[in-house]
């Protein structure tokens, strides 16, 4: 069989997608579009994260510190200037005057926060592992003390609130498509390879000419630049960020997307945000259903552990399974399958 | 600034100091044996501070007992902890040990909502404790005075155990070579039990001094100690008791300072001030103040 060409196939499946989105946006009430939006964030938050996690082994839970820098940026930004010198009075003039439009200010969010990650990278990147892990941590708790904190900027503990409602499925949408081009590009690129090289060996990587360091930080910065611009569409989706908007909690839950799908696979990273934002979406009137609040995020903790013994390489491991080829080969197991059942039953 | 205010802010900086100190060693035991940072450890202080609560309530127990009742829930759920999610996973790789922890932590956290509510409860301490007793110029609660007191007690008795114990002695092969120890026939499950069971029961002490000191408590509030816990073992050197406790009391010293000492407006920035410390330290002094350096850190 002739392979396919994937990047023709990447568009006749975002044209599909299109499609999708187009009749989504015209048929479905605002609760389920609001809820396909937290999709697509999630999906860029999860591969974006795989970037640093999964290509590059980089076990950083940042994430949340650069949505809230990607998050604040952007709402300044587009805030009316009408509407700045009552919610920021002490803004400085150069600031309250401006009023970009939505996609240069994600744009700037997005660039804000991977500087961030990019000047903390510097020195914190030296650290491995779980030292990484607790130091990237510890930035989520000092990008949450500034927000609070430079209340000139950001109005403390209150955040911003009546953002103007900008983020809709298409925005959201057209993010996604990109995050999943560049990390699909980047995976098969020379970049994307040294990434991996230095996740499987870094000393080996080295005696290979790979510059360790500017590897390590272009990834880190890379995955902090979509993280800021999903803090962008989240904030201008639910028209609200505060310092707590993203917890540590839920670089948590992101770290999950990426360990179930399997640390570098990006369909796996997309497939399982896409999954657990729907369970927990469905969860929630359960859980309040039965009063147990909290009882969703313990079955995913659970679920983690389960994971992490039984199955420790996610699900699909660093694989990018053609998802063409894997429906045929299931169907051709199910039919062997029940061929072999029925010999049973006889 | 007189020099009594400086006194007074320097004993509460030993006080805190006490809390961190206890927590901290949780995490150098843990680490020093199984190489694990048990993110769920400062859950651990949440567990304490609500046994402490259950048994003044329901058996109506006197402070004394009450503590010893904390040291052996704090055990016993440390061990469970161990034997149901970490032990599966021994051997894996660093990175998964600490996001199973991450887990047990939501696990614990959420099983808190879901039987306590997020509320906040009031917990109340003998009237006894609440009293002040004055210490030259100095004028402190008797229950900050019993916190330091009780800190120094668990700690020195931990210190003896580790050092003229055999199973002390055990316990320090097993932290210095894993594999050696068990070719010197040192039953290696029980001593990472023991770890867990020792380092359970301090956290869960430090949860119940913890709530005596800002008489509340909630299914969350193990969080930010267990973290700022987790800065002070850095401090130290992870893996090193004796370092977890002098950075826990560094920490808390440093941490009561900054507040009290520079202009108020500056006090927001506590948390800022103590995570960019622990990042300066793991940059500038990888190892802690008392730890020694490992080849690896990966």
């Known amino acids: 069989m002739e392979r396919r060409s994937p990047l023709l196939a990447y568009f006749a499946a975002a044209l599909v997608g299109a499609v999708l989105v187009y009749i989504a946006s015209a048929g479905l009430d605002p609760y389920i579009l609001s809820i396909i939006a937290f999709i697509g964030i999630n999906v860029i938050l999860a591969v974006s994260l795989n970037i640093t996690n999964g290509f590059t082994g980089l076990f950083s839970l940042g994430h949340p510190a650069f949505m809230t820098v990607g998050g604040y940026v952007t709402a300044i930004l587009t805030l009316p200037a009408a509407r700045k010198p009552h919610l920021l009075p002490d803004l400085p003039a150069w600031l309250a005057q401006m009023n970009w439009p939505f996609l240069p200010a994600l744009v700037a969010g997005g660039l804000c926060a991977a500087l961030v990650a990019a000047v903390v990278g510097f020195p914190v990147l030296r650290l491995r592992g779980h030292y990484l892990a607790v130091a990237t941590l510890g930035l989520i708790f000092i990008i949450q003390g500034l927000a609070t904190n430079l209340d000139g900027y950001t109005r403390g503990a209150l955040g911003l609130n009546g953002l103007p409602e900008l983020t809709n499925l298409w925005w959201v949408y057209g993010w996604m498509l990109l995050t999943l081009y560049v990390c699909w590009k980047l995976k098969h690129s020379s970049l994307g390879r040294t990434m991996l090289a230095i996740r499987e060996n870094e000393l080996a990587a080295a005696c290979l000419g790979v510059k360790i360091t500017r590897t390590r930080i272009l990834s880190f910065a890379l995955g902090a630049f979509f993280a800021g611009v999903a803090g962008g569409l989240w904030a201008h989706l639910v028209t609200l960020v505060t310092p707590t908007s993203f917890t540590f909690l839920f670089a948590f839950q992101l770290v999950v997307m990426v360990v179930l799908g399997g640390t570098g696979s990006i369909t796996g990273a997309a497939l399982i945000a896409a999954i657990l934002t729907v369970a927990t979406e469905l969860l929630h009137p359960v859980e309040e259903a039965v009063g147990l609040y909290g009882s969703s995020q313990l079955l995913l903790a659970v679920a983690v552990l389960l994971v992490l013994i039984y199955r420790p390489k996610g699900l699909f491991g660093t694989a990018e399974p053609d998802l063409f080829a894997w429906i045929g080969k299931w169907q051709g197991r199910q039919q062997t399958h029940s061929g072999s059942k029925r010999q049973r039953e006889v | ?298």
């Not at chain 2, 802010?9 to 100190?21: D, F, K, T, V």
């Not at chain 2, 995490?27 to 402490?52: C, E, K, P, Q, W």
């Open chain 2, 1 to 298: 600034m007189s020099a009594g205010y400086i006194l007074e802010q320097i004993a509460n900086g030993i006080i805190l100091g006490s809390m961190y100190a206890l927590i901290a060693i949780g995490f150098s035991l843990i680490y020093g044996i199984v190489r694990l940072i048990n993110f769920a450890h400062g859950d651990i202080v949440t567990i304490g501070a609500f046994a402490m609560l259950a048994s003044v309530a329901a058996i109506d127990a006197p402070f004394p007992v009450a503590i010893v009742v904390v040291l052996a829930v704090g055990a016993g759920i440390g061990m469970l902890i161990e034997r149901i999610a970490f032990r599966p996973m021994r051997g894996a790789p660093q990175v998964t040990g600490f996001i199973a922890s991450l887990a047990v932590a939501i696990v614990i956290e959420n099983l808190g909502i879901m039987t306590l509510t997020a509320q906040p409860r009031n917990f109340i301490v003998p009237a006894y404790l609440g009293e002040f007793v004055h210490l030259g110029s100095l004028q402190i609660r008797a229950i900050d005075l019993a916190i330091v007191v009780l800190a120094i007690l668990l700690m020195t008795a931990l210190a003896l155990f580790v050092r003229f114990t055999k199973v002390g002695m055990a316990m320090r092969a097993t932290a210095e070579n894993y594999n050696v120890a068990r070719l010197m026939g040192i039953n290696i499950d029980r001593m990472i039990m023991l770890a867990f069971a020792i380092g359970s029961a301090l956290a869960a002490a430090a949860g119940l001094m913890w709530g005596s000191k800002y008489s509340q408590i909630s299914p969350l509030m193990g969080l930010i100690p267990g973290l700022k816990a987790f800065v002070a073992a850095v401090i130290g050197g992870v893996g090193s008791i004796s370092g977890a406790m002098l950075g826990g009391y560094v920490l808390g010293l440093a941490e009561v300072l900054f507040v009290g000492l520079l202009p108020p407006e500056y006090s927001g920035y506590r948390n800022v001030f103590v995570f960019a410390t622990l990042i300066v330290i793991l940059l500038v002094m990888p190892n802690g103040l008392l730890g020694r350096s490992t080849e690896e850190r990966a």
